[in-house]
């Protein structure tokens, strides 16, 4: 059994994976929040002379390469270059807003994973906005957009809400962004995920950060993807959590060993006001 940050504030969960199974959502929102919030500017207008991705070719080619989606079949992905605006990222918002990054889109992509047994595929299409870094060409974080159609659950936290709450529930830190390329794609953490007993598949929205990473039980700094799983099967409730907490938790893997490290529902996003129980 995979450890936990904290026996107290994070509870894991493993299941069987369904397919077919549903989630009944018990909120609503309007429409998908925007996954990723910038400003487009033109490559020409910036100096890139000292940029390792000096346009969106590269940076799409660094994107299938860093995240393993190295078939050629499905849509073109798309690049721009833009100003980040807004960004969650705990720790790490504040160095990210207002830099240039390469926005790469790859558009319905499936998670096709290793260790997933032959009637077992992934049910959704997936459409991933990716931020590279374009002075040392490195993959930063990556969201899938949520499916059309389906009831929205509450929008994760912001920074400062998940900084603090990551600080309290387990000493979790975000130090910085590695200075190497991961040795474990994504879609390899992803395929740990399952191995090692959850069900990533599930999902309706995956999301991940290429961190340097520690905790109260890895106490020195190490390259992770920090993988956030939403709108999966329900895991148990904490008191004064938003109900829509329990369809979302976020998992640890080594972006070096591919070695699943632990997981849990926190950061989730705060209870609203509107919530009547």
Same mark, same amino acid.
């Given at each position: 059994?995979?450890?936990?940050?904290?026996?107290?504030?994070?509870?894991?969960?493993?299941?069987?994976?369904?397919?077919?199974?549903?989630?009944?959502?018990?909120?609503?929102?309007?429409?998908?929040?925007?996954?990723?919030?910038?400003?487009?500017?033109?490559?020409?207008?910036?100096?890139?002379?000292?940029?390792?991705?000096?346009?969106?070719?590269?940076?799409?080619?660094?994107?299938?390469?860093?995240?393993?989606?190295?078939?050629?079949?499905?849509?073109?992905?798309?690049?721009?270059?833009?100003?980040?605006?807004?960004?969650?990222?705990?720790?790490?918002?504040?160095?990210?807003?207002?830099?240039?990054?390469?926005?790469? %889109? $790859? +558009?319905?992509?499936?998670? *096709?994973?290793? =260790?997933?047994?032959?009637? /077992?595929?992934? &049910?959704?299409?997936?459409?991933?906005?990716?931020?590279?870094?374009?002075?040392?060409?490195?993959?930063?974080?990556?969201?899938?957009?949520?499916?059309?159609?389906?009831?929205?659950?509450?929008?994760?936290?912001?920074?400062?809400?998940?900084?603090?709450?990551?600080?309290?529930?387990?000493?979790?830190?975000?130090?910085?962004?590695?200075?190497?390329?991961?040795?474990?794609?994504?879609?390899?953490?992803?395929?740990?995920?399952?191995?090692?007993?959850?069900?990533?598949?599930?999902?309706?929205?995956?999301?991940?950060?290429?961190?340097?990473?520690?905790?109260?039980?890895?106490?020195?700094?190490?390259?992770?993807?920090?993988?956030?799983?939403?709108? %999966? $099967? +329900?895991?148990?409730?904490? *008191?004064?959590? =938003?109900?829509?907490?329990? /369809?979302?938790? &976020?998992?640890?893997?080594?972006?070096?060993?591919?070695?699943?490290?632990?997981?849990?529902?926190?950061?989730?996003?705060?209870?609203?006001?509107?919530?009547?129980?």
């Amino acid at each position: 059994m995979k450890r936990t940050l904290s026996s107290v504030a994070l509870v894991m969960v493993f299941w069987i994976p369904v397919p077919g199974s549903g989630l009944q959502a018990t909120s609503m929102a309007e429409e998908s929040p925007p996954v990723v919030v910038g400003r487009k500017v033109e490559p020409d207008s910036v100096d890139r002379s000292s940029w390792k991705l000096k346009d969106a070719k590269g940076a799409i080619e660094k994107t299938k390469l860093v995240l393993g989606f190295t078939s050629a079949a499905g849509p073109l992905a798309t690049g721009e270059l833009l100003i980040l605006e807004e960004d969650d990222t705990p720790y790490l918002s504040k160095k990210l807003i207002g830099k240039p990054f390469w926005h790469v %889109v $790859l +558009p319905n992509r499936k998670l *096709e994973l290793p =260790s997933s047994p032959e009637n /077992y595929k992934d &049910r959704y299409s997936r459409t991933f906005d990716v931020l590279l870094n374009p002075i040392d060409g490195r993959v930063i974080k990556l969201k899938s957009r949520w499916p059309e159609g389906v009831p929205q659950i509450d929008p994760e936290p912001d920074a400062a809400s998940a900084t603090e709450q990551l600080g309290r529930a387990g000493n979790e830190v975000y130090h910085g962004f590695p200075n190497e390329d991961p040795h474990v794609s994504f879609i390899d953490a992803v395929d740990a995920i399952q191995r090692g007993g959850d069900g990533p598949l599930t999902a309706k929205q995956v999301s991940a950060s290429y961190v340097m990473w520690s905790s109260v039980g890895y106490k020195t700094p190490r390259p992770v993807w920090a993988i956030t799983l939403r709108g %999966v $099967l +329900p895991v148990m409730p904490r *008191e004064g959590m =938003s109900r829509e907490a329990i /369809y979302q938790y &976020r998992l640890i893997v080594d972006a070096k060993t591919g070695e699943y490290l632990c997981g849990g529902n926190t950061p989730h996003p705060v209870r609203r006001t509107t919530d009547g129980d």
